[in-house]
């Protein structure tokens, strides 16, 4: 799809030429991956844009590879054509590797930095790379790599389900999505329980900064 | 509570919803008073949502022992005047379609709504039949959204055509509809009619003979009726991409999305005639729009179902429209389709360069990366299960024996190292075929079925196997829940659909009130007990059933958590001797080797305790 392209906020100006953004989300069952695009696709809609999620249900609920599309604009499919990630979400390094079937030399990848050892490995089956080749191998094929120590960072903040919101933060701070940070914010308030919008946000304003930073 | 907006929401509210999540608001706009299920991936959700609103509405809903049950206690309402509403995986239809056979032949007087969720692709099904067979196998008329937003009007205007034509209506839906999250624009609630009455009719609602034949005739009547509704629909409209488009295509559901995406990647202009009401087609319409274009395209995932239907009404009618479908498209008949799929096929068609990423796609990770199945969760209890019926065998020297499978998440129990599901056909089939592998070889037999599985289709099963003298270890493995689906309730469970106490019937009294000769429950967690059973009830001459109780540790996990005893397990690494029983027998997610030691993952681990107890040296305990 045509892309959009980086700092444009203003949600009704994309454009002729830029019409959509595609963001894809891969991980580990249980992560909070259809959680964090829901938000992103709450927020556009509160902002007039459109959005569109897919999303795999069923056997997978922990352990398994979770893959979540979400794309923004004037777009019937919610899935994201072969290559045409604007941007990769990725919760776990292999899995981010993995979804780069979705990516083109423009794509932007954040992702999370800590593996999860699937069991194939401990029963003998393909050695897990180091994660420092899995990344080195990210920026040679991709346009930026932000790599967000998101579980580390949510359990400073003393609520490791937070990574995920952490990871949002992160794709806010490229300035990729043509959303208000408020926006994202105010969906929060309205979807997460009270007791833990405090962590949240604290999440949102962390992965902001540190890619905004970078 | 969750859910308020689509018990709340009013005329031109916005709401981001999923497909099944938008269904339900159709039905609760069209005002049904009784929905009925039994919980299948993609249409589990709509069943989640109606546990939670239901009662707030006035709305009855029950989670039925099976498909055929809540297909005719949904009938059975419709025709007492009451909104009916019932819905299922696509081969819960297969369960359900004894009965839904006759009910286009009996009708309905108040809207009865079928939904199907199909699942081409297979993401969570054994098959991906198309289900759009049963609309023309029964005669009924059907609707396919693409969107939620379509799913939440198509459900108003199902309940408008079943009404008008007192038939069934087939909703169908697939995954990439039933399972996408977009906008959604609420319209006004019908008030809900809870309670009608049911007039005697028996010359319309009896089909004996003597009436069934006449009753065929009425509904071939009304399934002319329903092709002019379809010719006059809305839902059958032509969206025009581009300008000037000398091309037609005709397309229905997801796919829909798909066309429309790739002819805008690839810069073609089309006319897409978009049909929504499927079964009848509006052939005339697909005529005269056809006299419109060059050539016309038929472009629709698994069968060629609408393609054959037009190339023969062309044929008939002499129209001279070129039309391609399947095989003049190389449009696979496998597998959901895609935007690649379909720009693939357009572009190849029509002669136009497929469009590549301006930069170039990404290259894949060169070596194979580590593989991430779906896996039995940390703490899940059929892992002792499996464990223990491995360790007996073993023990017994029991050679080849035969794992009947069924459907659930311990059908997972087909990977290493349990590899414990040789067969596998559909819901129950564990009973009947364990029965079929005693009678035709000289292998020993172990079965599975969940405890929602067992009250599904493994009851009549069972009551066949014990009176035809078969000998197998049946295993029900009950962890007091319909998990695979979600975690809906189920008729061993103390409460209900909505909530509410109900009757649990035991397992176990069933079992042995059918004459089972060996009947023991078993905690799955205390693995040298459960591999004492399965020696003893492996020695037994008829059935054996041995009940496996243990709590689904997703749900015992949340408990454990809501009341603060959470414990986890650790590896003492001054223990360890390295012999990676532990990984090897368990193949838990929690464990993995480390510089040639088992290890536990701290924030996976939750607490079982099956490890420790394969443990030669005791190295692993509760961590302090």
Request: with cysteine; hydrophobic share 45%; glycine share 8%.
């Amino acid at each position: 799809m045509r892309r959009v392209l980086a700092g444009l906020f203003s949600a009704c100006d994309w454009g002729e030429e830029m019409s959509s953004l595609n963001v894809f989300f891969a991980g580990v069952g249980g992560q909070g991956i259809i959680t964090g695009a829901s938000i992103i696709a709450r927020a556009a809609i509160a902002s007039g844009v459109g959005a569109v999620m897919s999303e795999v249900h069923g056997m997978a609920q922990r352990g398994g590879s979770v893959v979540c599309e979400l794309r923004l604009g004037d777009v019937h499919s919610p899935m994201i054509p072969e290559g045409e990630a604007d941007l990769i979400m990725g919760f776990e390094p292999v899995e981010t590797v993995r979804s780069l079937t979705r990516a083109n030399h423009h794509t932007v990848v954040i992702t999370e930095v800590r593996p999860i050892i699937p069991v194939t490995v401990s029963l003998g089956g393909v050695a897990y790379p180091a994660v420092e080749d899995l990344l080195a191998y990210l920026r040679s094929q991709v346009a930026a790599v932000y790599a967000v120590p998101a579980t580390a960072m949510a359990e400073e903040i003393g609520l490791p389900q937070v990574a995920n919101v952490v990871l949002l933060g992160a794709a806010m701070g490229t300035g990729l999505i043509p959303l208000e940070l408020g926006t994202i914010r105010d969906t929060l308030s309205r979807t997460v329980p009270a007791k833990a919008l405090e962590a949240n946000f604290r999440a949102l304003q962390d992965g902001f900064e540190l890619t905004r930073k970078a | 509570m969750k859910y308020q907006a689509l018990v709340d929401g009013k005329a031109g509210d916005h709401e981001l919803l999923l497909g099944n999540e938008a269904a339900v608001r159709g039905a609760l706009e069209a005002g049904i008073g009784v929905g009925a299920s039994y919980p299948g991936t993609p249409s589990s959700e709509i069943g989640d949502v109606f546990s939670v609103v239901a009662k707030a509405l006035g709305v009855y809903f029950e989670y039925s022992a099976n498909e055929k049950v809540a297909l005719e206690v949904a009938a059975a309402s419709a025709a007492s005047g009451v909104r009916s509403f019932t819905f299922m995986k696509h081969v819960g239809l297969n369960v359900a379609s004894d009965s839904f056979m006759t009910t286009a032949y009996v009708g309905t007087r108040a809207g009865f709504v079928v939904l199907s969720a199909d699942d081409p692709s297979t993401h969570s099904s054994q098959n991906e039949q198309d289900n759009r067979y049963y609309a023309r196998l029964a005669n009924v008329p059907m609707l396919e959204p693409s969107s939620p937003q379509e799913t939440k009007d198509y459900m108003v205007e199902a309940y408008n055509i079943s009404e008008k034509l007192e038939l069934p209506v087939l909703f169908r839906t697939t995954t990439r509809v039933a399972h996408m999250r977009g906008d959604v624009v609420f319209g006004d609630r019908r008030p809900v009619v809870r309670r009608g009455v049911f007039e005697k009719d028996p010359a319309r609602f009896v089909p004996v003979p003597a009436n069934s034949s006449k009753m065929h005739v009425k509904l071939l009547g009304k399934l002319g009726e329903a092709r002019h509704l379809s010719e006059t629909s809305s839902l059958n409209r032509v969206v025009d991409v581009g300008v000037g488009g000398r091309v037609g295509i005709v397309t229905v559901g997801s796919t829909f999305n798909y066309v429309v995406d790739a002819l805008v990647e690839l810069g073609l202009s089309a006319r897409v005639f978009k049909i929504g009401f499927s079964y009848p087609l509006p052939l005339d319409r697909i005529r005269e729009f056809a006299a419109g274009v060059d050539e016309l395209l038929v472009v629709e995932e698994l069968e060629p179902l609408m393609e054959n239907d037009i190339k023969a009404d062309f044929l008939s009618h002499g129209t001279r429209t070129p039309v391609c479908g399947k095989e003049e498209l190389l449009v696979p008949r496998v597998n959901e389709l895609n935007v690649d799929v379909v720009a693939k096929a357009l572009a190849n068609h029509l002669g136009v360069p497929l469009h590549v990423p301006a930069s170039g796609k990404a290259q894949p990770w060169s070596s194979p990366l580590p593989s991430r199945p779906p896996v039995l969760c940390p703490g899940c209890p059929h892992r002792g299960s499996y464990l223990a019926v491995r360790r007996a065998i073993r023990e017994l020297g029991i050679p080849e024996p035969v794992f009947a499978s069924d459907i659930g998440c311990y059908t997972l129990g087909m990977a290493a190292p349990f590899s414990a599901a040789d067969y596998l056909l559909s819901m129950g089939s564990s009973v009947g075929t364990a029965g079929g592998f005693d009678v035709a070889t000289d292998q020993r037999v172990f079965s599975f079925i969940g405890d929602s599985t067992f009250f599904h289709a493994g009851l009549s099963a069972l009551a066949s196997a014990i009176h035809n003298k078969h000998r197998f270890v049946l295993t029900v493995l009950d962890n007091r829940t319909t998990a695979m689906t979600g975690h809906q309730p189920n008729p061993s469970m103390l409460m209900d659909a909505v909530g509410d106490p109900a009757p649990a019937i035991s397992i176990e009294a069933v079992a042995k009130a059918m004459g089972v000769p060996f009947v023991k429950v078993i905690n799955p967690y205390r693995v040298a007990e459960a591999t004492e059973a399965y020696k003893e009830a492996a020695q037994v001459d008829g059935v054996a059933v041995i009940v496996s109780r243990q709590v689904c540790s997703l749900l015992l996990d949340r408990a454990k958590r809501a009341k603060g005893i959470w414990q986890t397990f650790q590896v003492d690494r001054s223990v360890c001797t390295g012999c990676l029983t532990c990984v090897h027998d368990v193949a838990c997610p929690a464990i993995f080797v480390s510089e040639g030691k088992a290890e536990i993952n701290q924030e996976l681990c939750d607490g079982c305790g099956v490890c420790s107890q394969v443990c030669s040296v005791h190295a692993i305990g509760v961590k302090k």
